[in-house]
């Protein structure tokens, strides 16, 4: 009777102990989990490694070199940026991506001769002897998708994007999810024609944590970049909100209606418009003004010229000189984000007559 006893108090408290083992087990897959759909990026890392994906997009060496020197001294480690140029192998192309690497390595070796700091990081953890790449990577797609996914067209690729793509990339674990759809998302945004791709991909990021303020952030940093047109393209997919700012008070008696501020990093501002609101005709000395419309409709329009719509997407390059305004229009907020480029030391803003009601309703 007491061996009885003394073998069921064994067992429980053999079972408790297992019962707490699975409990920390899982509660620690549960905290790995979460972590892998968070940005592991700091605000200026996700900028520079927006801008670092799209100039590997678009094969712009020299801007890929600038914007790696940069993602480094914002403490972006090698280790991140190496992960980032080989999984866009996938999106952009072999030869895309090993001239990226290329570049990598030349400013590694630059910065160490000259003693600067470099950042190597961890690489990616060892998967374990038994790990499926297919089933992960059908969960992960599963993940990413929001639902599942199978490309009976092409089974081979199908095959690809759940094994290798998937399964044996996203599971390395020097990248989250949210930081490989960012840097997915800024890629994409640096290829013409891929539209379709680049709205799923949108999707993606939010199944994988990335929040509108990060996607929002991708715009900014890569019109903060001098990439308007990729920033555009991406602005028009987004269909978001942009924050609204405040009261655009310093400038008030240059606008009719009411109008607010959102500074931005890199002189980049987002301007939201009231339905009717529209700022003076002016012009720009000593600097080129580029509009990004981001969110709602509005106009632009030169002195002498018709009126230009704006839609989410919508990116205007202001000629330095050139006489003009622009607004929400009548029936809806406008938000664009505005930049300087070929700025002079002397810029100025000439503020000139109002646009008045005549004017604004002939464009309507």
């Not at 994906?53 to 991140?80: F, P, R, W, Y």
């Not at 992960?136 to 199978?150: M, P, S, W």
């Not at 690729?157 to 390395?172: M, N, P, Q, S």
């Not at 944590?209 to 940093?221: F, R, S, Y």
Request: hydrophobic share 40%; aromatic share 10%.
């Amino acid at each position: 009777m007491k061996m009885r006893k003394c073998k069921n108090f064994l067992f429980l408290l053999l079972a408790a102990v297992m019962f707490a083992a699975c409990t920390n087990t899982n509660e620690k897959m549960s905290k790995c989990e979460n972590e892998k759909v968070e940005l592991s990026f700091t605000n200026e890392q996700a900028a520079w490694m927006s801008a670092i994906a799209c100039d590997e997009a678009k094969g712009d060496l020299v801007a890929l070199e600038s914007a790696i020197h940069n993602g480094l001294e914002a403490e972006l480690t090698v280790s991140q940026i190496k992960e980032a140029l080989s999984q866009l192998y996938a999106y952009t192309g072999f030869p895309r991506s090993l001239n990226a690497l290329g570049m990598l390595q030349r400013v590694i070796g630059d910065r160490q001769a000259k003693g600067v700091k470099v950042l190597m990081g961890e690489d990616a953890s060892p998967l374990s002897d038994d790990y499926d790449a297919f089933k992960e990577g059908t969960r992960v797609q599963t993940q990413l998708v929001g639902k599942a996914f199978d490309y009976e067209f092409a089974p081979a690729t199908d095959y690809y994007l759940k094994a290798h793509l998937f399964g044996d990339i996203f599971a390395r674990d020097n990248l989250t999810y949210a930081d490989r759809e960012l840097v997915t998302v800024s890629a994409l945004s640096g290829l013409e024609s891929v539209e379709p791709q680049l709205k799923a991909h949108i999707a993606g990021a939010r199944n994988m944590g990335v929040t509108e303020e990060q996607l929002q952030g991708i715009v900014v940093a890569l019109a903060a970049n001098g990439l308007l047109n990729e920033a555009g393209r991406l602005a028009g997919l987004l269909q978001t909100e942009w924050p609204q700012g405040k009261s655009n008070d310093a400038y008030a008696q240059y606008f009719v209606g009411q109008s607010f501020l959102q500074p931005y990093f890199g002189g980049v501002a987002n301007v939201t418009f009231e339905p009717r609101c529209r700022n003076n005709w002016h012009v720009h000395h000593g600097a080129v003004q580029v509009l990004i419309c981001v969110s709602g409709k509005g106009w632009y329009q030169e002195w002498n010229k018709p009126a230009v719509p704006l839609t989410p997407g919508t990116v205007i390059a202001i000629p330095e000189g050139v006489k003009h305004w622009h607004g929400a229009a009548a029936d809806s907020w406008m938000q664009h984000l505005a930049i300087h480029t070929q700025e002079q030391p002397d810029a100025t803003n000439e503020w000139l007559e109002p646009v008045s009601d005549e004017q604004y309703n002939s464009v309507q």
